[in-house]
C-alpha cells in the first residue's frame, strides 16, 4: 500500500496565537511540540501601587502586624477587685466519693464494680488547690495584597486617600472569644492586567505544551499499526488532537478565568484573640498537675476591667505573685503588637480529694477531683482481660 505524505500547513498559526481556529484532525500538522512559555506565578512588585498608610504592604504574606495607634484619651485605671471574704468550700462527702468510685467503674468495660462499691473507705484527705487565670483581649490587625479576576467590580483608587488600617470600621467583638474579619480597604482597588497570561486570557496548554496536539498513544507516533496499516486513530499523522484543549493549544487562564484583567486591592484582616495563661498551685496528694486542666473548679473571684489590678489580699502568696507576673507580662507583651480591649482574671478552687479504702485486706487509693467529680485511680484492684469476637 502506498503511503501518503502528511500535510504541512506552512501558513497557519495554531494553539495561542489563533485560539479561535481549530482545524479538522485531519488537517493538524505532525509536529514536534515547542516548549510552552509559562507565565509569572507570582505578582510583579510593580503590580501594586503605592497607597499611603500602606507602604510596607505586600503580596501574599501580609506586611505584618500593624501596631495601634496611641489612644486620644488617657485610659482609665485599673482598679483593686473586690476583695472575697470566703476562700474555701467544704471537702466533698463520703457518699459523693463513692458515687464518683462507682461511675468510673461502671465506664471501664473490664472493671468490676466490687471495689467501687463494697470497698471500705477508710481515710478522705482534701487537697484543694487554687487556679488563677487571666485572660487578655486583643485585636491585631494586618494588610496584604490581593487580587482577583476583573468583571466590573468598582475601581477607587486614588479617589481619595483610603482611610488608614486602625480607622476602618469592623463589627462589634464578642469579648474574650476568638474571631477574624477580612475587609477590603476602600480606594485601594485598581484594574491590572494579569501577570499569569499576560493579559491574553489564556495560557499555552500544558499536556501538549501549547502545539494542539500529542504524539498517538496507539501507534506511538509511527503513523502505523502492523506493518503497512494506517493507523486508524491518528490517520496516520503519527499525533492527535489534545484532549485537554480541545486541539486549541491553549487553555482559559486559572487566575483571571479568561478575563484578562485583575482586580488589585488591600485586604484589611482583623483578629480577635484571647490570650490566656493558668497558674495552679502546687497540691501534694500525689495527682500529677496537668489532670487539673481537664476539669473546672468553684469561681471564687472574678475581675474584668480593660486593664485589670492584681488580685490582692488572696491567703496563698503564690497566687498573688503569679498574678503581679502575668499582668506585668500580658500589659507588656500584647500592647506592642495589639489594642488591648478588655482584661479578666479569676480565680477557682478545684476540689482534689485522696480517698483510702480497703478490698480484701489491702488498701488501695483514688482521687475525686475538680467539679466534674473525676476520678484517677492507678491500679485498681479488680480488672480481667477481655477479647471482643
Known amino acids: ?57 505586600v503580596a501574599g504574606g501580609g506586611g505584618g502586624f500593624l501596631p495601634p ?47 467501687a462499691k463494697d470497698g471500705v473507705i477508710t481515710a478522705m484527705d482534701a487537697f484543694n488547690t487554687y487556679r488563677y487565670r487571666l485572660e487578655t483581649y486583643t485585636e491585631t490587625r494586618s494588610t496584604e495584597w490581593s487580587h482577583e479576576p476583573y468583571h466590573g467590580q468598582p475601581v477607587d483608587a486614588y479617589a481619595q486617600p483610603p482611610p488608614g488600617p486602625w480607622d476602618i470600621h469592623t463589627k462589634t467583638p464578642n469579648f474574650f472569644v476568638d474571631d477574624k474579619q477580612v475587609i477590603k480597604v476602600p480606594y485601594t482597588s485598581s484594574m491590572k492586567s494579569c501577570h499569569v497570561c499576560v493579559g491574553m486570557g489564556r495560557k499555552p496548554c500544558k499536556d501538549c505544551a501549547g502545539a494542539g496536539n500529542k504524539v498517538c498513544w496507539v501507534c506511538n507516533g509511527s503513523g502505523y499499526r502492523h506493518g503497512e496499516d494506517r493507523c486508524h486513530h491518528c490517520s496516520g499523522r503519527g499525533r492527535e488532537n489534545c484532549s485537554h484543549c480541545q486541539g486549541q493549544g491553549s487553555r482559559q487562564c486559572e487566575m483571571c478565568h479568561g478575563k484578562q484583567q485583575l482586580l488589585v486591592y488591600i485586604n484589611l484582616t482583623v483578629k480577635w484573640t484571647n490570650n490566656t495563661d493558668n497558674y495552679v498551685v502546687e497540691q ?63 480565680i477557682e478552687l478545684i476540689p482534689v480529694t485522696k480517698v483510702t479504702y480497703l478490698w480484701k485486706g489491702k488498701s488501695h487509693i483514688y482521687f475525686v477531683y475538680g467539679n466534674e467529680f473525676k476520678v484517677k485511680a492507678d491500679n485498681y484492684p479488680a480488672t480481667c482481660c477481655c477479647s471482643v469476637m
Open 69 to 115: 495607634p496611641m489612644p486620644i484619651h488617657p485610659q482609665p485605671m485599673p482598679e483593686p477587685g473586690p476583695e472575697q471574704p470566703q476562700w474555701n468550700i467544704p471537702s466533698i462527702s463520703e457518699d459523693t466519693a463513692r458515687d464518683a468510685f462507682v461511675l468510673f467503674a461502671s465506664s471501664k468495660c473490664c472493671y468490676s464494680k466490687g471495689p
Open 1 to 57: 500500500m502506498e503511503t501518503q505524505p502528511i500535510m504541512n500547513h506552512q501558513n497557519r498559526n495554531y494553539g495561542v496565537a489563533n485560539p479561535g481556529y481549530v482545524p479538522a484532525a485531519e488537517e493538524r500538522p505532525a509536529m514536534f511540540a515547542p516548549p510552552a512559555a509559562e507565565g509569572p506565578s507570582a505578582p510583579p512588585v510593580g503590580m501594586f501601587d503605592s497607597m499611603p498608610g500602606y507602604e510596607g504592604t
Open 284 to 346: 501534694l496528694s500525689g495527682l500529677p498537675a496537668n489532670h487539673l486542666s481537664e476539669v473546672s473548679g468553684k469561681e471564687l473571684f472574678r475581675d474584668t476591667q480593660y486593664m485589670v489590678y492584681p488580685v490582692m489580699g488572696f491567703p496563698d502568696p503564690s497566687v498573688v505573685n503569679a498574678a503581679q507576673r502575668f499582668v506585668k507580662e500580658h500589659q507588656g507583651k500584647y500592647s506592642q503588637t495589639s489594642r488591648i480591649l478588655q482584661q479578666r482574671q479569676t
